[in-house]
């Protein structure tokens, strides 16, 4: 089982920001993707951002303009800036890498534990 450990949750004001960060192991192999994902309660988990390790981003609508997902090759991290916090995006994030098969076969992905947050008004 890959360990994807996240960090950087919590509770915030309305407008104010957080950072998520995931620590992915060090070189891990074939990454296609690695991104963010929110479940509020009583939803389904979907798609905050991601990123592809050419450094093409994907963003939901809702988050456009706010969020901001980068990577470290380095650190073997990928972060969410999240600025304009607003109570509706109050969930728990879950980090998300996408892995590459050889030979045709599907994609593995892999999840976090994820991370609490929480956006008061």
């Known amino acids: 089982q890959v360990q994807l450990v996240e960090s950087g949750g919590g509770l915030v004001q309305a407008g104010g920001s957080l950072r998520l960060s995931c620590t992915i192991p060090?070189?891990?192999?074939?990454?296609?993707?690695m991104g963010w994902y929110s479940q509020a309660p009583g939803k389904q988990r979907e798609l905050v951002a991601t990123?592809?390790?050419?450094?093409?981003?994907n963003y939901a609508d809702s988050v456009k303009g706010r969020f901001a997902i980068s990577r470290d090759s380095a650190k073997n991290m990928v972060s969410l800036q999240m600025n304009s916090l607003k109570p509706e995006d109050t969930a728990v994030y879950y980090c998300?890498?996408?892995?590459?098969?050889?030979?045709?076969?599907?994609?593995?992905?892999?999840w976090g534990q994820g991370t609490q947050v929480t956006v008061t008004s």
């Open positions: 998300n890498v996408v892995q590459r098969q050889l030979f045709g076969k599907k994609d593995l992905v892999h």
């Open positions: 060090k070189n891990f192999p074939m990454i296609r993707t």
């Open positions: 990123i592809s390790t050419r450094d093409t981003t």
